[in-house]
């Protein structure tokens, strides 16, 4: 099979706008690159190289990309288009393509993907790498095409809330599952049952597949492709359960709505962690939480990105 690999250059600032974008036209799977984590990576690996051309290090300054994998078909150029539709201001946007076979992308991956520590005993590691360290709880993740590698300053984040405030036996909710890495930690960490929801249809499939890899069936873990913003019966039906802990590593502008609505799924005491928030956007989530009758417990801050948790429903 072929992919199209577009990659959108644009400035850091812009990073939330182009990825509220990307989500209205329904593109879930991103991968999001900016300066820094390209300083990061090269300071994190700085023993295989003595010398950065100077050419290169100025090239990634100010700049962020983000980039979308398509199948090659009908579907996938007919997405293709509505993202040049959609990014047609050349002061903001840049948009590149090339054609990727499965094998290539698949090799990219496994070439920079490696075993990551999160927070106090959590290690995110990839299916082709070993790990025999008992002492930490390991993640094992074959991201595919879909958001949530553990690699990401907002997954990261995520992740070290979930292992802060998951009790044994918890219910977890986590929507716009991605991978599903936030549940299957939670599911690791103790909790009793997951379920996982995602608009991406891929995403709900390939959550279940890496629960699968760390020994996590249904039913302990369910998945569902769904709109919960705008679909009422789903909505409905996800309410019909109360859960104990709630994730949402979205974007800003998906995590203000969803407040309204997460207190249908919530018990008194309910753990609701946010992350995927671009700083600028922090103070406009942590209005609406507050809004809605949310109590702000944490924010911790990486990368010019934030998660937000939240603690008892003041008003529940």
Not at 225 to 235: A, E, H, R, S, V
Request: proline letters at 3%; a negative charge; glycine letters at 6%.
């Amino acid at each position: 099979m072929e992919w199209l690999c577009v990659s959108i250059d644009t400035n850091p600032d812009n990073i939330d706008i182009l990825t509220d974008k990307l989500h209205a036209i329904g593109v879930a799977g991103l991968e999001i690159e900016t300066e820094e984590d390209f300083f990061n990576f090269l300071e994190q690996n700085k023993k295989y190289w003595d010398y950065v051309d100077e050419e290169l290090i100025n090239s990634k300054k100010g700049k962020a990309c983000v980039k979308v994998y398509l199948q090659k078909n009908n579907d996938g150029q007919s997405t293709l288009e509505q993202i040049k539709e959609c990014c047609n201001d050349a002061s903001l946007y840049s948009i590149s393509c090339i054609t990727m076979k499965e094998e290539d992308w698949a090799n990219n991956w496994k070439q920079y993907y490696k075993p990551v520590q999160i927070g106090e005993n959590l290690l995110v590691c990839p299916i082709w790498e070993e790990y025999a360290d008992k002492s930490k709880t390991v993640v094992k993740l074959d991201p595919g095409m879909t958001f949530g590698t553990g690699l990401h300053h907002s997954t990261q984040l995520a992740l070290c809330s979930i292992e802060k405030y998951i009790k044994k036996d918890d219910l977890m909710l986590d929507l716009g599952c991605g991978s599903g890495i936030l549940a299957i930690a939670g599911l690791l960490l103790g909790a009793q049952y997951a379920y996982c929801l995602d608009i991406d249809e891929n995403a709900a499939k390939v959550c279940l597949e890496n629960a699968a890899l760390n020994d996590i069936y249904p039913p302990k873990i369910e998945s569902d492709k769904g709109d919960i913003l705008g679909d009422t019966l789903l909505k409905e039906r996800v309410a019909q359960r109360k859960y104990d802990i709630i994730s949402a590593n979205i974007v800003a502008d998906v995590i203000i709505p969803l407040c309204d609505i997460v207190p249908l799924f919530a018990k008194e005491n309910t753990v609701f962690v946010t992350s995927g928030i671009i700083d600028t956007r922090k103070q406009d989530v942590i209005d609406k939480m507050e809004k809605c009758g949310f109590s702000v417990i944490e924010i911790a801050e990486k990368g010019g990105w934030c998660s937000i948790t939240c603690g008892s429903l003041i008003n529940k």
